[in-house]
């Protein structure tokens, strides 16, 4: 089955404004996107070295089985948001990593 990267895209952009209606967003911020394995025996050395070549760190929560996927910081806008997160969800789907959405710290 392909993954959606519309439905994806549309969900960024629907969070995007429904946390700019609760908070302050800040203009740049480091943003965390958040990938789970499909696979119990999944990759995850294979994922963060792939996602480290286009420039994001990466921070494994193996209790969680949670791997976050940082870029930046960036500016904060949802078109700026889905660039990255398509980037790493392309890269994170090459490994058996589905996206499981996403979150920043202000710079």
């Known amino acids: 089955m392909s993954h959606?990267?519309?439905a994806q895209r549309a969900e960024t952009f629907e969070t995007f404004e429904t946390m700019g209606k609760e908070i302050t967003l800040p203009?740049?911020?480091v943003v965390d996107f958040q990938f789970y394995p499909?696979?119990?025996e999944a990759d995850w050395d294979g994922l963060e070295a792939a996602l480290r070549e286009k420039g994001f760190t990466t921070t494994?929560?193996?209790d969680?089985?949670?791997l976050d996927a940082s870029?930046?910081?960036i500016e904060v806008t949802p078109d700026s948001i889905w660039k990255w997160e398509k980037l790493a969800t392309e890269v994170a789907l090459k490994f058996d990593f589905n996206p499981d959405g996403w979150g920043?710290?202000?710079d």
Do not use: L, S
Request: no cysteine; aromatic share 10%; glycine share 4%.
């Open 4 to 6: 959606d990267y519309n």
């Open 27 to 29: 203009k740049r911020a």
């Open 38 to 40: 499909e696979e119990i």
């Open 60 to 62: 494994r929560y193996e």
């Open 64 to 66: 969680e089985e949670t």
């Open 71 to 73: 870029i930046g910081p």
């Open 104 to 106: 920043m710290v202000e």
